[in-house]
């Protein structure tokens, strides 16, 4: 699973459990006779955060290219718009009177909570159609199945009703063509402004695959595009909002101007795998295995978010392209939202340790420590065994369904062995190691906060009580603070390390499913602590302020 759907599905997660909060002192309802509960609006529990970045590097030429982009990524976000709720989404904002719901609305692209699976918070709306407006509202799965309609399921069309009522395949190119003619213009002139080449050369194949719906010559052309300092991702790409099938694409986009100095590091810590590799606290056998330094990791501001990419919880991290041709000879690419991380850190991090970490040990609560837990976990995913030491196969089709939540809680734990071991090295400058440890478990509430009813959840659930269990994280039972010692840190990390590699390794699905039912669950005591997060309205996600006159361009 993407990092990106991860953090969308935790997303969702919170709201079982504020589900299960809100309606433990109501008896519940029949199960033949359950009305569909409208909730309240709640814009509050979305931070403010504003977008910007240091533009003074770049040139006029540059700051006008950003500035065409952001008009383009402003098309996508109608056209999501109207593929999520409907042609006459602009008329229908505009008619809700009161100010809090009208907010919530846009943030949430229609009046369905998202990080609240999907409730309605107005009256009269009813459930949210799982197709959204992909498809007629009134066609079911059987009749889609039944119909003999070519291109069906497509990516990049919508399903329609002909003058007859039969279903029909209506590309996106046809039902957008003005709108994409116009992102696609918009496009070429930001080309003309492009410094690097290549970057040029990309923007014209997605302007033609905008208007021709054909993006797989545009995805592999922009994984050789690496000379630029802005980039966009844009078109239709995402299938979530399809609840229906999965099958069709929305529109977003993300202006993007890129951290050279984060992405130089970067690449300088891949360097140093092989090595990290060897020094693995696991026996011979699981470490034999050349590390992986092919995916293209680099950090970048966000200055604009649009459509699809806005809705609901904000991504931190994305993996692209999707296309599956495209990464089997390319790869992908991983691009790392240093902005967006900083606005999580800010509103939801830094109040998370306000709550629950003990004073002393607060000063250590960095960003530069969040941000490089975040980095050097996507470079641990390069670290380990891909493969059984038996032979039989590789570990993800061992493990099955929970590799995943193995694979992410491997990455979080050798990330920070990378850490330990660079700065052994002296290859991290001048920083305290205990910020790294401190802000790593302060993250480790941030994630259990979505609850353990994840693969994920349990991961992160597993890790907790780990370093608990290990002496490394202690609570205090006075105040209900947590610090690390930072004596026991180390032996921990090893020893959680060694035993998730050994897992991996021997492929051991039924090891993997008894620690996760053992230890990946949470304990009264630490769900009282949990509550208290709830109690002090610590925001769930973010929200963004943005564009030209954030970026104080024009
Ligand atoms: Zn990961």
Redesign the pocket.
Known sequence: MS?RN?LRQSGAAISICLFVVACGKEPAPEPEFQPLQVVEPRPEIYADFTLTSDLSELSENQKKMIGLLIDAAQIMDDLYWRQTYGDDYESWLESIADADTRRFAELNYGPWDRLDGDKPFMQGVGAKPPGANFYPKDMSKEEFEQAYLPGKKGLYSFIRRNSEGALTVVPYSVAFADELKAAADLLRAAAKLAESTDFASYLKLRAAALISDEYQVSDMFWMDVRDNDIDVVIGPIETYEDALFGYRASYEAYVLVKDLEWSNRLSRFADFLPALQEGLPVADEYKWETPGADSDLNAYDVVYYAGASNAGGKTI?INLPNDEAVQLSRGTRRLQLKNAMRAKFDKIVEPIADVLIDESQRKHITFDAFFANTMF??V??GLGIKNTIDGRGTVQDMLLEVSSSV??GK??ILGLYMITELHKAGELGDVDLRDYYVTFMTSVFRSIRFGASSAHGKANMVRFNFFLDSGAFVRDAESGRYHVDFQQMETAMTNLSRLLLTLQGDGDYAGVVKLTESRGIIEPELQGDLDRLTDANIPVDITFQQGVAELGIN
Do not use: I, K, N, S
């Open positions: 990092f991860f991290a976990h996507e641990a995913h694979e992410e990455a979080d």
